[in-house]
């Protein structure tokens, strides 16, 4: 990429990299790392053109949120200000936008439902 002074790098990471949780420090840490490395990897590759952002998921769809205890379930909805969880798609095609959008560059993209805002 550097080569060829084009390029994009999309990492993912978590919403508890930003907002941390009870039982999760290592997780929640390393993903911290993964957002922090973002925005470190765009100030030093941007003079290269080489687009560095992250998609940070808040809960989505998949066989981990299904296997959720139904307590477990309900309480994640009911602190999702849209109430609902976000699908694979729904990532993809965030991913598509920071891959496209040639000025998209230290983007931080939560998507997770408005989660993050409370």
Known sequence: MMKKREGCIINVASLLGLKGGKGSAAYAASKA???????ALAAELGEKNVR????????????????????????ALSAIPLKRFGLPSEIADAAVFLATNKYASNCVLNLDGGLSAT
């Not at 560095?52 to 309900?74: C, D, F, K, L, W």
């Open 52 to 75: 560095v952002n992250v998609i940070v998921p808040g809960y989505v769809e998949t066989s981990m949120t299904r296997a959720m205890t139904p307590n477990a379930h309900s309480a």
């Open 33 to 39: 790392g993964v957002i922090a490395l973002t925005r």
